[in-house]
T-cell receptor, first 117, second 110 residues
């Protein structure tokens, strides 16, 4: 079975450019999460969706970040304009549900390594 | 966001040793918690999920101490392949475990 798929795996861009990260969750999973990981701040939850609806976006750093989930099999995280401090590894994860128990287990994609120059 | 703390390590232990990590958290009503492991330049992967006060899986034991507000992970007979960073996801309110600890790095030495 395919796991969580993320693209691109690596992205190098210049400050001010728009960056779009993509995620395909595991088929049948109803919840999707976007995380950012840096050495300084660890793994931070940015936003999560349940049944394609954003539930909590309080972790989104600022208005430059936006996320969408137009359908159950696709989500995007967009940064516009990008800044050097956005450089990090961005992970997407999915889980069966938010209901608790075994459904809460999150399965992570391989991540997108973003470098903003 | 609730505060979750872990000793960053690194814990350098010889093969065969027993090692334990703790993860402290704020007060919560939930009882489920998780431990993930993350290898260098890889994504986190679930190691153990616990829906009670503890769980044992082979060489790994996870426990919840609700009174003292910490969860622990014990690794017995450590192997070289156990070298990784271990991330805790402690109990959170409403059973929604989305706050990861900063991680503890373990190096098992030959």
């Amino acid at each position: 079975d395919a796991g969580v798929i993320q693209s691109p795996r690596h992205e190098v861009t210049e400050m001010g450019q728009e960056v779009t990260l993509r995620c395909k969750p595991i088929s049948g999973h109803n919840s999707l999460f976007w995380y950012r990981q840096t050495m300084m701040r660890g793994l931070e939850l940015l936003i999560y969706f349940n049944n394609n609806v954003p539930i909590d976006d309080s972790g989104m750093p600022e208005d430059r970040f936006s996320a969408k989930m137009p359908n159950a099999s696709f989500s995007t995280l967009k940064i516009q304009p990008s800044e050097p401090r956005d450089s990090a590894v961005y992970f997407c994860a999915s889980s069966l549900s938010l209901a608790g128990g075994v459904g809460e287990t999150q399965y992570f994609g391989p991540g997108t390594r973003l470098l903003v120059l | 966001r609730k505060e979750v703390e872990q000793d960053p390590g690194p814990f350098n232990v010889p093969e065969g040793a027993t090692v334990a990590f703790n993860c402290t958290y704020s007060n919560s009503a939930s009882q489920s918690f998780f431990w993930y492991r993350q290898d260098c330049r890889k994504e986190p992967k679930l190691l153990m999920s616990v829906y009670s006060s503890g769980n044992e899986d082979g060489r790994f034991t996870a426990q919840l101490n609700r009174a003292s507000q910490y969860i622990s992970l014990l690794i017995r007979d450590s192997k070289l392949s156990d070298s990784a960073t271990y991330l805790c996801v402690p109990p959170e309110g409403h059973g929604q475990n989305f706050v990861f600890g900063p991680g503890t790095r373990l190096s098992v030495l030959p």
